[in-house]
């Protein structure tokens, strides 16, 4: 489901819609336990975060890095 997320932000345009789909994949994935994912869609979702100027969405995902790399 949260992969149509992606797909779907992604073939409307919708550039925060991707960022936050990418930091809810990451999340999914820390969940399962696959924290090196985790932190691949961390990273995606602060790089698309920070060329949007997306605040809040970069320091969701800067939080979320952190948590991931510390559960590595």
């Not at 797909?7 to 936050?20: F, K, P």
């Not at 336990?33 to 995902?61: E, H, V």
Request: proline share 0%; aromatic share 6%.
């Amino acid at each position: 489901m949260l992969k149509k997320h992606l797909r779907l932000a992604r073939r409307v345009g919708s550039r925060t819609g991707e960022a936050n789909a990418l930091g809810n994949l990451a999340l999914a994935f820390a969940d399962l336990g696959d924290i090196r994912r985790a932190i691949r869609y961390n990273r995606r979702q602060l790089t698309l975060s920070r060329s949007l100027s997306d605040k809040r969405g970069a320091a969701n995902a800067y939080g979320n890095l952190g948590k991931a790399y510390l559960d590595l």
